[in-house]
């Protein structure tokens, strides 16, 4: 049988210790989640530039206003800061920041861009520049794709351990739940039980070996009294037996007190019609006198 006291410590750091696992998971989904959101915005920032920059080249490109493909390859240094930003951010995975480092060169292009003025052939060097977005549009796409999945990802399985760890809080609160029930409730309520029965002063309560130490405890110390109960009223009806024994004692001895009385005051009256001698006189009034002495003790008791 174990300790109620000592399982229940258990089971109350267990779940304290669970709880504070949640807690902490809590904090730091939170804290991932609002640095998830931020690369993912930072992602969207940069494909919703470029495809802006791109759709100014283009038109650009198309009217032929090279002084305004100048302009608009300005925009791509704004473009290449942000897109450093997003580098720098610890969650993006080093293959991914390699990856970008050497398929996207917003330098180059933007020189490329700016050199369309000075080119020869200035409709080779427009379907160029428009290749090259083509394929930067393409691989920006694909890159922040593969960032909201992966991020989606983390928090997907970051999510499942703290649906595990509750779990884990639900069902250890259930197992304490039904320990109690079964080592204190069903104990208890077949101590009422035995407490129903007519015999249970001699009989006593029965154990229950599934039962916690304190019930076991309990059942001892009800034992233990029912024990002096017992003992007390055989107690009881010992003295109840000798004070009638007592009393029958006393009442025979009072009526032979009385036999005595009376039997010596007939021979008192019967010495007094023969006139016998004082001496015997004395010897009937002191055997009176006795008698009365002992039936008077005799009412006294």
Request: negative net charge; contains cysteine; aromatic residues 6%.
């Amino acid at each position: 049988m174990r300790s109620f006291k000592k399982s229940s410590f258990l089971l109350f750091c267990s779940v304290a210790i669970l709880l504070g696992l949640v807690t902490i998971l809590c904090v730091r989904q939170y804290q991932l989640t609002r640095q998830y959101n931020t690369s993912i915005s930072q992602s969207e920032e940069i494909l919703f530039q470029f495809s802006s920059i791109r759709e100014q080249m283009t038109g650009a490109l198309i009217a032929q206003d090279w002084d305004k493909v100048v302009d608009v390859a300005q925009q791509l240094k704004s473009l290449n800061s942000t897109l450093a930003r997003l580098q720098e951010n610890d969650l993006i995975p080093g293959e991914f920041r390699l990856d970008t480092a050497k398929q996207v060169d917003l330098a180059g292009l933007a020189i490329t861009s700016a050199a369309i003025k000075s080119a020869p052939d200035k409709i080779a060097h427009s379907l160029l520049l428009q290749d090259k977005f083509r394929i930067l549009a393409d691989y920006f796409t694909q890159f922040d794709r593969i960032i909201i999945s992966r991020m989606r990802a983390r928090v997907v399985a970051f999510q499942t351990a703290m649906i595990g760890a509750l779990a884990a809080v639900i069902c250890l609160l259930s197992f304490s739940l039904i320990l109690l029930y079964k080592k204190t409730l069903l104990p208890l309520m077949r101590i009422v039980q035995q407490a129903e029965d007519p015999d249970i002063v001699q009989n006593g309560f029965e154990q229950d070996p599934a039962s916690w130490v304190e019930i076991s405890e309990l059942i001892d110390g009800l034992n233990a009294l029912l024990e002096k109960s017992r003992a007390s009223n055989a107690t009881g009806q010992q003295e109840h037996i000798h004070s009638q024994e007592l009393a029958a004692i006393l009442n025979e001895s009072t009526n032979q007190a009385n036999g005595i009385i009376n039997y010596a005051q007939l021979l008192a009256d019967s010495y007094r019609e023969v006139e016998a001698g004082k001496e015997e006189m004395q010897i009937l009034h002191s055997i009176i006198e006795a008698a009365e002495r002992v039936a008077q003790l005799n009412r006294k008791i």
